[in-house]
């Protein structure tokens, strides 16, 4: 078979997706059985990686689109490369956890090393059940005799092939891997919905922007999702590019749209908060059952199997942090239960009387477009009218208020600023990207009212109300870079996707209307002219907030060498002790985790309970050390008798907190952990 560019670009564009949905298929499962270990990955989940890619590959249709060139191709692939490379050089070493990337990053070191959840307190290797230890920390949750990690089991499934390869330094540079890959599986689905050569410069858009590169070189869980959804996307889209009725016979369109499916519901697995994201998709279900397209069902029992995954890593192996966001989750399943109901209602409905014909009620298309623009100035002027407070939580108050004194605002730590969030997108993409985007959803929206374009119903439900949904309520803490990761996953990719859109429908205006005109060689350059200004319209403020900003260094820079070093220093029958509660919920993951120590905090960190506690590890054949952040803490403890020793020691970059203003620059991070073995009782 002949290698066509448009063939090439719409596989190499959908396999990711569909490489990562089989490792987890098949991780998942060995996990919950405690096999999840490198050799067991092997023999199971690459086959099942090669063998999902071998046959998707054959069903994928080439791209609807005339004389593909190569250049498109070429361009795209150029810019994943290129963006891979520079967060590899530029990917962080967050081990420490002060936030999400070094929490996932524990869980990923336990389960790679392990193969097994929960995690065990291992109390029998300390001082058994003494009142004054405890073993909760920082995203890890004390249960009974158990840990349980906080997050859900997607992103550490796929980050523990990089640390099968390369220990943390593997794991590490795997996530500014899966960005470029999200980058490409945008690019897909540009090329998809507008047209091949325009895939580049949504790509170029997406790899320049600030959040995109920032969640890159961190281990969070973003770019995974971010992954699977615009994948799920673009694999439902070739999906119904052949039309199928209810009673045809199985072939390549319901595989894709079996495939597309369990993509889409994978997301799950990885952030709960996707349920949100795939509720469209429910709805879609159920218009191509009135349709009576055939892919329908397929599409729907991928969906359940995919969400079906995540629904048990969650409840099973996430419950307390389930628990933790019940105050957002339970409503959200209340939602989706009511939005599935109304589903089969409607569709049921529909399925005998038909559906109403929208394009016959002339005023309907324009208002539907109007609509949409009226909802964008509404973000827009929020701010002035409905500012947002309450956080309902003390802790992100306080912090809020110190952020607010350190740029200098009037102090109100439950300001929520969500009020904002129309405008932080604008920070990272640009004014232009913003109001190319508003006309571009507009037009789409009325074209659908009209019953065209029928391609883009799924990708304008799911884009659309993932971005409404988020800009009314991001949930977030609101100092950035942080709360940007909440924007990248649709809501930016959905800007740059309807701006790119609308560009492209412009330029092809201007094509038309010179072609049907009679304008001299200055009117022929009008399309060139128009393209190339409003491409730098969308790039030019997406690299001066990037490039002004936080990407010219690396975050936490140091540490991994520092955790090698901590690890190397322990003996190999340590219990640890932690006699600093300060210290303990960034450190204890790092210590239990990573250097395989048995670790405990000392809740009551007085001469008496050290000496309980150091006697009782002793009496266990096991050699105490204390661990605190401070010489002096230690050196009091054992009274001068051992001189306690420094092996851990970072100081380095770390990112900013802003709230009214784009980051820039870099703040200081200080980490230190002393350690030392005291003498045994006399």
Not at 530 to 537: H, K, L, P, R
Not at 548 to 553: H, L, R, S
Not at 577 to 601: E, F, H, K, Q
Request: hydrophobic content about 50%; aromatic content about 10%; some cysteine.
């Amino acid at each position: 078979m002949r290698l066509l560019p448009g063939r090439f670009l719409a596989r190499v564009t959908a396999l990711p997706a569909i490489a990562l949905s089989a490792w987890l298929l098949v991780a998942f499962p060995l996990l919950v059985a405690g096999w999840f270990t490198p050799l067991l990955g092997l023999l199971l989940g690459l086959p099942a990686v090669l063998v999902a890619c071998a046959l998707s590959s054959r069903l994928l249709p080439d791209l609807d689109e005339d004389h593909v060139p190569w250049w498109p191709v070429v361009a795209v692939l150029a810019i994943t490369v290129a963006f891979a490379a520079v967060q590899i050089a530029y990917h962080a070493e967050a081990l420490v956890i002060r936030r999400d990337p070094a929490s996932y990053a524990m869980y990923t070191a336990w389960i790679a090393e392990n193969g097994f959840l929960p995690i065990p307190q291992q109390k029998e290797l300390i001082a058994g059940n003494d009142p004054a230890l405890g073993y909760q920390s920082l995203a890890h949750y004390q249960r009974d005799d158990v840990i349980w990690p906080q997050f859900l089991a997607g992103a550490p499934l796929v980050l523990s092939v990089g640390y099968w390869l390369g220990g943390l330094d593997g794991m590490l540079v795997t996530t500014p891997i899966l960005g470029a890959v999200g980058v490409l599986t945008f690019a897909g689905l540009t090329a998809r919905l507008v047209g091949a050569r325009w895939a580049p410069l949504a790509a170029l858009v997406l790899a320049v922007c600030l959040p995109q590169q920032w969640v890159s070189r961190f281990t969070y869980s973003e770019p995974l999702a971010q992954i699977l959804l615009l994948g799920g996307l673009l694999l439902a889209f070739d999906a119904l590019t052949r039309r199928r009725s209810l009673t045809d016979r199985w072939d390549a369109p319901h595989t894709l749209a079996a495939v597309a499916g369990v993509v889409l519901g994978l997301g799950v697995l990885v952030r709960i908060d996707a349920i949100r994201d795939l509720l469209p998709v429910v709805g879609f279900v159920g218009l191509l059952l009135v349709a009576r397209r055939g892919q329908a069902l397929p599409l729907l029992g991928g969906l359940a199997v995919g969400v079906g995954y995540g629904l048990v890593a969650g409840y099973g192996y996430s419950l307390p942090y389930l628990e933790y966001l019940s105050d957002s989750l339970h409503p959200l399943l209340l939602i989706s239960g009511a939005v599935i109901l109304l589903t089969v209602v409607l569709t049921a409905a529909l399925w005998r009387y038909g559906p109403p014909h929208t394009e016959r009620v002339r005023w309907l298309p324009g208002a539907v477009g109007v609509c949409a623009v009226l909802v964008m100035l509404g973000f827009a002027i929020r701010p002035l009218l409905w500012p947002d407070y309450g956080h309902g939580s003390d802790f992100t108050d306080q912090w809020v208020a110190a952020v607010q004194d350190i740029e200098g605002l009037p102090i109100e730590g439950g300001r929520t600023y969500y009020d904002m969030s129309l405008y932080w997108v604008g920070w990272y993409v640009g004014l232009g990207t913003v109001l190319f985007a508003t006309a571009g959803v507009a037009l789409v929206l009325r074209r659908l009212a009209l019953w065209r374009d029928p391609q883009w119903l799924l990708p304008a439900m799911v884009l659309v109300w993932t971005v409404a949904t988020t800009l009314l309520r991001p949930a977030i803490t609101p100092d950035h870079p942080w709360a940007s990761r909440r924007l990248i996953v649709l809501v930016i990719p959905a800007f740059i996707l309807f701006a790119v859109w609308f560009l492209a429908r412009l330029t092809h205006y201007c094509e038309r209307s010179v072609r049907y005109s009679r304008g001299g060689p200055l009117m022929r350059t009008l399309p060139t002219v128009v393209a190339a200004g409003a491409s730098v319209a969308l790039l030019s403020p997406t690299l001066v907030t990037s490039g002004a900003g936080i990407m010219g260094y690396r975050q936490d820079v140091g540490t991994v060498a520092a955790t090698e070093r901590l690890c190397s220093s322990l003996p190999p029958d340590a219990s640890v002790i932690v006699v600093d509660s300060g210290m303990a919920g960034a450190y204890m993951p790092l210590l239990r985790n990573v250097c395989g120590a048995p670790t405990a905090v000392l809740d009551q960190p007085y001469q008496e309970a050290v000496d309980r506690v150091v006697a009782a590890a002793y009496e266990r054949d096991r050699t105490p050390v204390l661990a605190a952040p401070e010489w002096g803490t230690l050196d009091d403890i054992v009274d001068g008798a051992v001189d306690p020793q420094r092996h851990f020691h970072v100081v380095a970059d770390m990112d900013p907190s802003t709230l009214m203003t784009p980051p820039t620059g870099s703040w200081d991070f200080r980490g230190s952990v002393w350690t030392v073995v005291p003498p045994p009782p006399e």
